[in-house]
Every structure is written in structure tokens, then in C-alpha cells.
């Protein structure tokens, strides 16, 4: 039997508080049993999930992409290793996104990000009058997801 861990233990341990917690069951992306007198437990390997949840959101996934990987795992056993290898699949594309766009925007800032401060010399060759404006909102010459996505 998986030793449980209450709310306050697994709060500790995952680095989030007690309500997001009780916010990721409600969303069913963890999973946690009652005891007799209806307080929440949670199987150790819940922490994985969460684990990846905390890494998946710093990314900058949403919470339905984590919702649609996390499905593939096994609901009510401990995932394996294989089972986490098709997530890393499923989500290599996506990630090397994230990747490319960071790299992009590590080695563009420097120059016109096309923002439309005009503020840098560069701006009047790269976006005179803001024309880019034209093409949308936010840095139009960052990749797409490093631009504000509405809230
Ligand atoms: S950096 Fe903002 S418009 Fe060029």
C-alpha cells in the first residue's frame, strides 16, 4: 500500500499551496482519496504530477494542454516510466516551440522585437511608423508564443 500524504504534507513536498491543490482535484488533473472523517489524501506519486504541473505552467502551457497530457496517464495506479515517455512524446513538439521561441527572444532583444515603442534606433529600419501594427498585438516579430494571449 502507497504511503498517503495529507494536504499539508503534499502542499510541503509539491511546493504548492493547499488551495491550489484542492483546485488541481476539482480540475481532476490529481487524484486523492477521504479518509473516514472526509479529509484528503494523497498517493505519493500524485507529487509527479504536480511536479510536472509546476513545469508545464512555468513553460507557459495552458491548463487544458496539461489536462489533455495528463490523461494519458493511468488513472488509480502509479504511472511507469513508459507511461511518462508518452507524454515527453506527445509534448516534444510543443516544447521545442517554447524552446525556439525563447532562443529568439534571448538573442532578439537586443534589436526590434516590433513592439511599437519605436523606441530603438533599429526600429526606424525594422518598423518605421509601426507599421508591423498592421500584422498584430504585441512583439510581432517574436514568435507566436511569447505573445499575450488574452486573459
Ligand atoms: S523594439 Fe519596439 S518597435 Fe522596435
Known amino acids: 500500500m502507497e504511503d498517503l500524504l495529507t494536504i499539508s504534507e503534499t502542499a510541503r ?16 488533473l490529481i487524484e486523492a482519496t477521504r479518509t473516514g472523517g472526509g479529509q484528503r489524501r494523497f498517493e505519493r506519486h500524485e507529487l509527479r504530477r504536480l511536479a510536472f504541473i509546476a513545469a508545464a505552467r512555468h513553460v507557459g502551457l495552458t491548463l487544458e494542454e496539461i ?7 493511468p488513472s488509480g495506479r502509479n504511472p511507469t516510466k513508459a507511461d511518462w515517455a508518452k507524454i515527453s512524446r506527445s509534448w516534444r513538439a510543443r516544447l521545442n516551440e517554447e524552446i525556439e521561441a525563447l532562443e529568439r527572444l534571448r538573442d532578439g532583444l537586443d534589436g526590434c522585437i ?26 510581432v516579430f517574436l514568435p507566436a508564443p511569447l505573445h499575450p494571449t488574452a486573459e
Open 114 to 139: 516590433g513592439c511599437g515603442c519605436l523606441s530603438l534606433q533599429r526600429c526606424r529600419l525594422s518598423n518605421p511608423q509601426d507599421v508591423v501594427a498592421a500584422r498584430g498585438s504585441g512583439a
Open 13 to 28: 513536498r509539491s511546493g504548492f499551496t493547499a488551495s491550489a491543490l484542492r483546485y488541481y482535484e476539482r480540475e481532476d
Open 67 to 73: 489536462r489533455e497530457a495528463l490523461s494519458l496517464l
